[in-house]
């Protein structure tokens, strides 16, 4: 970037991840209950699996990610978020009663996820004020300034009678998965193990399987997903069941910036990975 156009004073919490709706994304085993249930069919939301992903169940599933991975902040920009997922306006709760909505919404859940595990939420919004309530500072860019409007906006949300998002007594489970599936077992002598294709730095092909990592934005090359993909590699061949796989993780991570990348993907290794 050009210097001195103040982005030297930009900065950011190291665990931030900015969450968004992927509609047609997998999911792998993830406990969404606290944003979804009962769903048609009584397909069991504590562990929830699918090919194709809507798009509030993809960002349920990001926010329930985010908390496995140990994020302390969500960034979050509305114009990328499933809108039912975030917000239930007043009549529509009026006119669908709580148990034929099968989705709590994120506005129900933003307090709970500050006050009972510390992670905090920018959200950028300029369609619905629900938010004015639970927020605890309210920024107005105005020009390309921002104007601390907490105050005034505190003052106009009481004065409307936002309604009490409170939901007293919820708590959000433990994220305790051990790995994606069975399959992640370490590959017996003999077998040949999956390859490892990239094309660009958003199409990252594991075996047959293509992993589309078009709505990864903070990506910027393709030795980045080079580099991901022998991570996946990694982890399928030293597979641990004794630990989470965010533990699995986080050991895999300690080794590469300790040993550098190489160690992760040993004698096969490619040349190109960041």
Not at 93 to 98: D, E, G, K, N, S
Not at 105 to 123: M, Q
Not at 216 to 242: F, I, K, P, W
């Amino acid at each position: 970037h050009i210097a001195g156009d103040g982005r030297e004073f930009v900065i950011t919490d190291a665990t931030a991840v900015k969450l968004r709706a992927e509609e047609g994304r997998v999911v792998k085993e993830v406990n969404i209950s606290p944003f979804i249930n009962h769903l048609p069919g009584g397909r069991d939301t504590r562990s929830f699996s699918t090919e194709d992903a809507s798009g509030s169940t993809s960002q349920a599933a990001a926010v329930m990610e985010g908390i496995e991975a140990g994020a302390r902040l969500f960034l979050i920009d509305e114009d990328t978020c499933a809108t039912n997922f975030m917000v239930r306006d007043e009549l529509m709760q009026r006119v669908i009663a709580p148990d034929k909505e099968p989705i709590t919404p994120f506005l129900v859940r933003i307090r709970p996820l500050f006050e009972d595990l510390g992670i905090s939420t920018i959200l950028v919004v300029g369609s619905s004020g629900a938010f004015f309530g639970p927020a605890d500072c309210v920024l107005q860019m105005d020009n390309y300034r921002a104007l601390d409007i907490t105050q005034r906006t505190k003052q106009e949300a009481k004065a409307y009678g936002l309604p009490d998002v409170a939901d007293d007594g919820f708590s959000f489970p433990p994220a305790e998965r051990k790995r994606y599936e069975a399959s992640l077992k370490g590959v017996r002598r003999g077998e040949r193990p999956p390859k490892i294709k990239v094309q660009g730095k958003d199409a990252l092909y594991y075996d047959k399987s293509l992993i589309d990592l078009r709505y990864v934005e903070q990506l910027v090359c393709e030795e980045q997903t080079r580099a991901l993909g022998y991570m996946l590699l990694y982890l399928h061949t030293h597979s641990d069941s004794a630990k989470t796989l965010a533990e699995q993780l986080g050991v895999l991570y300690s080794k590469a910036v300790r040993e550098g990348l190489e160690s992760i993907a040993k004698a096969d290794c490619p040349p190109f990975m960041a």
